[in-house]
């Protein structure tokens, strides 16, 4: 069992920053694939951006493409999505996931997840 934490979420201006975090129990996280999805009010939880087992490759959704980076420190055990140029839109809780096999972008493929932290983005 992988557990996961999210931590760093807040209320931030549209145009601001923020940084979350992910801390994973498991001493073999570099093992696992981690993912970034998101959920606002109302709607499905949406793909994010991955990050591979080494973490040389990443893949983000059209929509926070060139905004949001996700980087992973595999000797801590933590993955970080990286926020900038915020947009209300951006609001959602946001939950982290670690998986083995399987599309990036499908809940499916991740076996492991987070409680979630909120982002919430005013105008």
């Known amino acids: 069992q992988v557990q996961l934490v999210e931590s760093g979420g807040g209320l931030v201006q549209a145009g601001g920053s923020l940084r979350l975090s992910c801390a994973a129990s498991?001493?073999?996280?570099?093992?696992?694939?981690a993912g970034w999805f998101r959920q606002a009010p109302g709607k499905e939880r949406e793909w994010v951006g991955t990050?591979?087992?080494?973490?040389?490759?990443?893949f983000y959704a059209n929509s926070v493409k060139g905004r949001f980076t996700i980087s992973r420190d595999n000797a801590k055990n933590t993955v970080a999505l990286q926020m900038n140029s915020l947009k209300p839109e951006d609001t959602a809780v946001y939950y982290c996931?670690?998986?083995?096999?399987?599309?990036?972008?499908?809940?499916?493929?991740?076996?492991?997840w987070g409680q979630g932290t909120q982002v919430t983005v005013s105008s």
């Open positions: 498991e001493g073999t996280f570099s093992n696992y694939v």
């Open positions: 996931a670690a998986g083995r096999s399987g599309t990036v972008d499908g809940r499916s493929s991740y076996d492991y």
């Open positions: 990050i591979i087992r080494s973490g040389g490759t990443t």
